[in-house]
């Protein structure tokens, strides 16, 4: 039985259905690729003993015909979403050895469809940052690296460990969270599918809140078909998160291959950066001709508050992770260091459990939300907000059905290559996928090509609000034409 | 605006972060970094405009007030650091 990793999602579900393996060979091929790819460093946790419990439960179900729509499928799970039982840390020190006493929402749904979990992935810590270099468990290594190069480059990030294992042929597919774009540009830089679904599609119930009205969680899959499938499992209402809509899930696998003739596609000028490398803005025209050739109608757009949703974004995101960070106090669980006095424990167990770059967004969130900055910062960036909102609105009233953009700016790069000297530096790999957290809308990375280094590149198509439907169909149209990158294996 | 050094003593505190003088330099380039970067929001004219509050247009959702949950105490206190029953213990507040 050889190369039961290779296989997509979908093709897997077929050997399990035909019965040519079982959900526990399956399980088993994975785990072994797992323990091969320890230098990746994208699993913080392998649960292998409950995986293969999972897998032979799947199996019966199989046996008995009553399985879910992902009984026996082998995944991953960022270590923000809370698994009863096993460990789970947000990969900061300051929750330590937290194992949770219930399940994420996400997660039950997934294990309610039949699905087996392998462990838990690697991200940035509080997934606040762009390459997963902030883990308290350390980067990951991206399956990818430059033509005749032997550098270890960076998965991307928040959602790390989830693209790097996706990519890597660890796990047929990851949850991902992203609140910038923590599951899209990861995705962009390992060749890998990564949707991050409408504010409100998929529950946050249980998930380790970095900043609540961005917040949303999404798979990372081999192929738009995979992503589908998962996302169908993964969305729902949930009545224990209030911003949980209560719309019913479609059948996102069915918008797969259906046609987008007629489809009307924006290119957002505003998208075209001054010293945008050429490889970026070949792809995308690239893109835009493939659309076009499958019959879509291609109008240039203008969305003109782009260039601020970045900076409005570093007001909101690290005023809400102010708040929502609060909790880790050293008292009711986690990481607890002694003070002569509740302020001294509280302060010593900040600094000593929060790495820098949370340190960093913390303070700042609390000094935009302090008085006297409050007006002047963040109520200034929640206008700033409702304007970035409207751009979109207006464009999708001129009966736009999606918008094409590059998905980063530029392909993965090397560990510690950015952000040494200045934060922002980092915070501008977010600027194509930004603006879409701030609005609410769905978006999705579909691999598209490599840079002359043969790095894979992606490609972003911006849906409206729970119009995920057409994200899928296009996105199949793009996969279709660019076709499957897979990394050269050296780890 | 910028931060000083005094200002950046005084947030530390107010999000309960130790913060070690050696420590403050850095931190203060790095916050000013950043409201450089946020600076550009200025130049926006956000006159008349409403500020976000919610992302999706939808009403907030009311369940019954009654109680749904509850009776998890073990559960509550599993993960604390130090408890003492069903009680979570933290130094001395009152004297």
Redesign the interface.
């Known amino acids: 039985m050889t190369d039961l990793t290779s296989l997509t999602l979908a093709e897997a579900r077929k050997g399990l259905a035909a019965k040519t393996f079982t959900s526990l060979e399956l399980t088993d091929a994975h785990l072994n690729a797992i323990e091969a790819a320890r230098a990746l460093n994208a699993f913080v946790m392998e649960t292998p003993d409950q995986a293969r419990t999972m897998a032979r439960e799947a199996d019966a179900r199989i046996g008995k015909g009553d399985a879910g729509p992902l009984a026996g499928i082998p995944l991953g799970i960022k270590d923000l979403f809370a698994t009863k039982g096993v460990r789970t840390t947000a990969c900061s020190k300051i929750l330590g050895n937290?194992?949770p006493?219930?399940e994420s929402t996400i997660t039950s749904q997934l294990w309610r469809d039949g699905a087996v979990m392998l462990g838990k992935l690697n991200n940035d810590e509080f997934a606040m940052g762009s390459s997963n270099e902030t883990s308290c468990f350390g980067p990951v290594g991206n399956p990818w690296r430059r033509d005749g190069s032997n550098t270890t480059l960076v998965p991307g990030g928040s959602s790390g460990g989830s693209a790097s294992a996706v990519a890597a042929l660890l796990c047929m597919g990851a949850t991902a969270t992203d609140t910038g774009g923590s599951i899209r540009q990861p995705a962009a830089f390992t060749a890998t599918v990564g949707i991050k679904p409408?504010?409100?599609r998929c529950s946050r119930w249980g998930i380790v809140a970095f900043a609540s009205?961005l917040d949303q969680a999404g798979p990372i899959a081999r192929s738009t078909r995979d992503a589908a499938m998962l996302l169908r499992s993964m969305a729902g209402h949930d009545?224990k998160d209030?911003?949980s809509?209560?719309i019913p899930v479609p059948d996102y696998e069915a918008a797969i291959g259906k046609s987008v003739k007629g489809m009307k596609i924006g290119i957002p000028k505003e998208y075209r950066l001054d010293g945008m490398p050429a490889e970026i803005e070949n792809l995308w025209s690239e893109g835009a001709a493939w659309l076009k050739a499958a019959g879509a109608e291609l109008v240039e757009v203008s969305l003109p508050?782009t260039?601020?949703a970045?900076?409005?974004y570093?007001?909101v995101a690290p005023a809400e992770a102010?708040s929502n960070l609060?909790r880790y106090?050293?008292?009711?669980?986690?990481?607890?260091e002694?003070?002569?006095?509740?302020?001294?424990?509280?302060?010593?167990t900040?600094?000593e459990g929060?790495g820098a770059e949370v340190?960093?967004r913390?303070?700042?969130g609390?000094?935009v939300l302090?008085a006297g900055?409050y007006d002047?910062?963040y109520?200034?960036?929640?206008?700033?907000?409702?304007?970035i909102?409207k751009d979109f609105e207006d464009c999708f009233a001129k009966g736009v059905d999606a918008i094409l953009t590059p998905a980063t700016p530029s392909a993965a790069f090397g560990i510690g290559e950015k952000g040494g000297a200045?934060?922002?530096e980092m915070?501008l790999n977010d600027i194509f996928t930004v603006t879409v957290n701030?609005?609410?809308l769905p978006g999705i990375a579909v691999p598209a090509g490599k840079d002359a280094q043969g790095l894979p590149l992606g490609l972003q198509l911006i849906g409206r609000?729970f119009d995920e439907e057409t994200l899928f169909s296009l996105g199949e149209v793009i996969e279709q034409a660019a076709g499957r990158f897979t990394p050269a294996k050296w780890w | 605006?910028s931060?000083d050094a005094a200002?950046?003593r005084r947030?530390?505190?107010?999000?309960?972060?130790?913060?070690s003088e050696g420590e403050v330099p850095h931190?203060q380039g790095?916050?000013n970094?950043?409201?450089a970067?946020?600076?550009?929001?200025?130049e926006?004219n956000?006159e008349g405009?409403?500020?976000?509050?919610?992302?999706?247009p939808?009403q907030?959702?009311k369940?019954q007030d009654v109680v749904n949950d509850g009776e998890?105490a073990d559960?509550?206190v599993?993960?604390?650091?130090?408890t003492e029953g069903h009680f979570?213990l933290?130094?001395?507040?009152v004297e």
């Open positions: 937290f194992v006493t219930y409408t504010y409100g009205s009545p209030t911003t809509v209560d508050h260039k601020y970045l900076p409005a570093y007001i102010s609060a106090d050293g008292v009711r669980y986690g990481l607890r002694q003070g002569r006095n509740i302020n001294e424990l509280y302060e010593n900040r600094a929060f340190k960093r913390v303070m700042i609390t000094y302090s900055y002047a910062y109520l200034r960036a929640q206008k700033v907000r409702t304007l909102k200045d934060p922002v915070y701030m609005a609410g609000p | 605006m931060v200002t950046v947030i530390a505190h107010l999000a309960r972060i130790a913060v931190l790095e916050l970094a950043m409201l970067f946020v600076e550009q929001l200025s926006v956000v405009v409403e500020p976000m509050t919610s992302v999706t939808m907030m959702k369940r998890i559960d509550i599993a993960n604390a650091p130090a979570f933290v130094p001395k507040v």
